[in-house]
């Protein structure tokens, strides 16, 4: 069965960066899209980036745009999240989130790690 | 943007009562790439449906989904203690945007 693990996160100033980890098994990782989806604390949930299987294509939400960069390393079943200028409002829960391509063009998100907290607090 | 509204925020009922979940979009959603997921305290979110009425490995058939256009619901027949939690709604058809919740408690 697929697994995720998200790691890395932890307090950070306003401002400042982070690296958002997250190791997959249980799947074949490059074949699949994988996303990151936040929430903040007592909300709900918030997609916020995507990456494609090799990595050659991604999307962010307006919310962190040309402050965060997502990315793949494919040899060590890894996603990754940059986290760049992070403020007040980045402190979240944040999920590593794996996508499946049914008989459709567009991926469900089918399985989801435990999520890693995220504090941006001075 | 599509934008998603879930209602009721708080539906309160007793164990093996029926729930039925509401989610509206603002416009269209391409193909009913529509999904459902729970949620439950200190977990993360599963996935329950998707395409709008299929369901994910392992769900229960008691958790039903139908729907198509701009209006979708989640219906649990026969409520079972473990199925009080929050549930979301998400199209994927363009971009992913989320619903804000509908939390299921117990009367």
């Known amino acids: 069965e697929a697994q995720l693990e998200e790691s890395g996160g932890g307090l950070v100033q306003p401002g400042g960066s982070l690296r958002l980890s997250c190791a997959a098994s249980?799947?074949?990782?490059?074949?699949?899209?994988m996303n990151w989806v936040r929430q903040a604390p007592g909300k709900g949930l918030e997609w916020i980036s995507y990456i494609n299987g090799d990595g050659s294509t991604t999307y962010y939400a307006d919310s962190v745009k040309g402050r965060f960069i997502i990315s793949r390393d494919n040899d060590k079943d890894a996603l990754y999240l940059q986290m760049n200028t992070v403020r007040d409002d980045d402190t979240a829960i944040y999920y590593c989130?794996?996508?499946?391509f049914g008989s459709g063009s567009r991926p469900r998100f089918d399985y989801w790690g435990q999520g890693i907290l995220v504090s941006v607090s001075s | 943007e599509i934008v998603l509204t879930q209602s009721p925020g708080t539906l309160s009922l007793y164990p093996g009562e029926r729930a039925t979940l509401s989610c509206r979009a603002n416009q269209t959603i391409n193909s009913d790439y529509l999904a459902w997921f729970q949620q439950k305290p200190g977990q993360a979110p599963r996935l329950l449906i998707y395409?709008?009425?299929s369901r994910a490995a392992g769900v229960p058939d008691r958790f039903s989904g139908s729907g198509s256009g701009t209006d979708f619901t989640l219906t649990i027949n026969r409520l079972a203690p473990e199925d009080f939690a929050v549930y979301y709604c998400?199209?994927?058809?363009?971009?992913?945007?989320f619903g804000p919740g509908t939390t299921v408690d117990i009367q």
């Open positions: 249980g799947f074949t990782f490059s074949r699949h899209i």
């Open positions: 989130v794996r996508g499946l």
């Open positions: 998400q199209q994927y058809g363009i971009s992913f945007t």
């Open positions: 395409d709008a009425s």
